[in-house]
């Protein structure tokens, strides 16, 4: 009952084959991609709350986050070149293991994007605070303007953080008239996110105020600080892991490389190890300066991030200065070590590139619940589109003002954590989807191959599954609790409005622009 729907691969391969693109891009092209993918949110955003986390243990973090998605890239890629159309893991999902798992994929793709772009919006909120507002303009927002209730654990002050709303809103507005960012913009972008970094590590590693002691302890609450606590280097790992998303977008440039068996996993891994070892030099840089350990409890363990506990320590005296209570923590490292100047041309680089990231990540929202919708799982209202603007403008407006009370409200660690849920979840089934896909339809042409499937996507899997359960336990029930909310949606609303259910298959793909109807027979074959 559950596994009976499974949208014919054929149909979706019929789509993707007539968009006949040209094999143009090279393994060091792909790369070069990757990199400005994944490079942003994370690095500038989450520092803090990784340091607080596992202090010097960030670095190993990054490097076990890393590894995770080294694994999954390839599943990734694998699938993505087979299937490169629209809705990324669910339309994998629908495609091997049936409707009702993919169902459950795309509900955790909408908790993963919106989610996300609301954590992008918090730490676009405390560069524009911290550097536009207080360093070049003067103004000092009270506090009760700059974070939310949840951010300050109901510390006094704390209501709305309203630059985190608005900016989630002018995205929002920005998308449903038709507004999107253009590929030379955001290359200048991306070269500005990638040369403030390096000004970053240049700065740090050859200040005098660098010194190898601020890295003892490294490990001060241990490698595991134990399931659900979402502390120690693992934990950091599962809330930092929030850094690397955006690799998928790598993978689905399968079709368009040169050579794809070899430069496919020349791009995803290259670029992957370059931000592995970036990251890395990123935090050394940042605790080897000023220092990284976290602020401990009376029972020796960190505070929580983003807890009331330690707003209340970080507005102490002897903490203000330290990195895990920075908003806009790499400027903040700089502006420690004297070159103010320089951090503030960093914050300024944060501000001017983290919008691009909320834009994407709504934009890849509302295409989830688009394509879901033109699937009958969703009310298809959702997918009208605007007669003007030629947008999904309901389902965008819909999702940006989920974005925008997330980021007025919850704390961008809390966030990221919630978004790394969804997102670890969605690259499980995509392992499953290369496996199933293997025994299932083992002839289907692969223009990349993944080596080693049932070594790498065992691997995947264990290393979804053990970041999840090292995130803090509310970010642990979050998912079941969504989940549950989804399934119940399913059954009452979604499976009797299916299309595939009632004998249709609609492909939608984005990159085309175009729609392929198949009429399938009762047993489920595509005619």
Known sequence: MFFDRVKPLDAIIETAQKKSLHRSLSGFQLMLFGIGCVIGTGIFVLTAAGAQKAGPGLMLAFAIAGAVCIVAALCYAEVAAMIPVAGSAYTYSYASVGEFLAWTVGWALILEYAVAASAVSVGWS????GTILNEFLGI??????????LALGGAPGGFINLPALLIAMLITCLLMIGTSESAKVNAVLVAIKVTALTVFVALTFT?????????????????????????GAVGAAATIFFAYVGFDAVSTAAEETKDPQRNVPFGLIGSLLFCTVFYILVAAGAIGTIGGQPIMGPNGIPFPAGSEELARQCALPQYAASLVCSDEALAHVLRQIGWSGVGNMLGVA???ALPSVILVLIFAQTRIFFVMSRDGLLPERLSTVHPKWKTPHIVTFLTGLVVAVGAAF???????????????YAFFMVAVTVMVLRVKDPHRPRPFRMAGVWIVAPLALAGCVFLYVNLPIEAILVLPGWGVIGVAIYFLYSRSRSHLGRGIVEVVDEVAGEETMVPIHPDGRAD
């Open 126 to 129: 405390g560069y524009f605070s």
């Open 140 to 149: 000092h927002l009270p506090a009760w303007l700059s974070a939310g209730p």
């Open 207 to 231: 200040s005098p105020e660098f010194d190898t002691d601020k890295f003892n302890p490294f490990l001060p609450a241990g490698v595991f600080g134990g399931i659900g606590t979402g502390l």
């Open 350 to 352: 944060a501000f001017l």
């Open 410 to 424: 919850f704390p961008v660690g809390l966030l990221a954590d919630y978004a790394n849920a969804g997102t670890l």
